[in-house]
């Protein structure tokens, strides 16, 4: 069974940059099946896909978050990250890592989620 | 970009109904489509991907059908554990996208 688990500030300022990591265990960064991915959820609000990043470090985001947005890759340590940047009060958000299926496209393992809130 | 649109927002419901959640989308996307459980506080949880194909140890009372631009989730007989909101999931070109979710509430 793949874990995920998010680890970051839980607290950012306006304009600041929002930072993430998610550690893998049961499965590697570098499977050719499986897409790395970031969802959020604004509290009492649905669910937002952000951007995935693949083994080889290729990458494809939300086009409504796309020039804020940056997902990385560490095959060393087995996790990937997301920065989002000049964030305001609407990115605070319950923010999940998952695994996206290859074969079949949708999001099959998830970490438990990380609130993130931005105030000042 | 393809946009999903879920209906009903809300819906209540008796345990022992049947309930029907549709999402259709704005050009067809063949049968690349999940359904998603979450419950307050909780990760979501996928009951049905590629539209019609049970999640292994999602109860059978869970279905789903449709392909194109109509997409049907229908549980059979809705149990206490099923209250919670679903969500609709779409796969294209390499971009995810949810439905904006469907609340099961008790009526």
């Known amino acids: 069974q793949v874990q995920l688990r998010e680890s970051g500030p839980g607290l950012v300022k306006p304009s600041e940059t929002l930072s993430l990591t998610c550690k893998v265990s049961?499965?590697?960064?570098?499977?050719?099946?499986?897409?790395w991915s970031w969802i959020r959820q604004p509290p009492g609000k649905g669910l937002e896909w952000i951007g995935y990043i693949y083994y080889s470090g290729s990458t494809n985001y939300s086009p409504s978050l796309k020039s804020r947005v940056t997902i990385l890759l560490d095959t060393s340590e087995n996790q990937f990250s997301l920065k989002l940047n000049s964030v305001t009060t609407a990115d605070s958000a319950v923010y999940y890592c998952?695994?996206?299926?290859?074969?079949?496209?949708?999001?099959?393992?998830w970490g438990q989620g990380t609130l993130v809130t931005v105030s000042s | 970009d393809i946009q999903m649109t879920q209906s009903p927002s809300t819906l209540s419901a008796s345990v022992g109904d049947r309930v029907t959640i549709t999402c259709r989308a704005s050009?067809?996307?063949?049968?690349?489509l999940a359904w998603y459980q979450q419950k307050p506080g909780k990760v979501p949880k996928v009951l049905i991907f590629r539209a019609s194909v049970l999640e292994s140890g999602v109860p059978s009372r869970f279905s789903g059908s449709g392909s194109g631009t109509e997409f049907t989730l229908t549980i059979s007989s809705l149990q206490p554990d099923d209250f919670g909101t679903y969500y609709c999931q779409h796969y294209n070109l390499y971009s995810w996208t949810f439905g904006q979710g469907t609340k099961v509430e008790v009526k």
């Open positions: 049961g499965d590697s960064v570098t499977s050719r099946t499986s897409y």
């Open positions: 998952a695994r996206g299926d290859g074969t079949f496209r949708f999001f099959d393992d």
């Open positions: 050009q067809s996307i063949d049968t690349w």
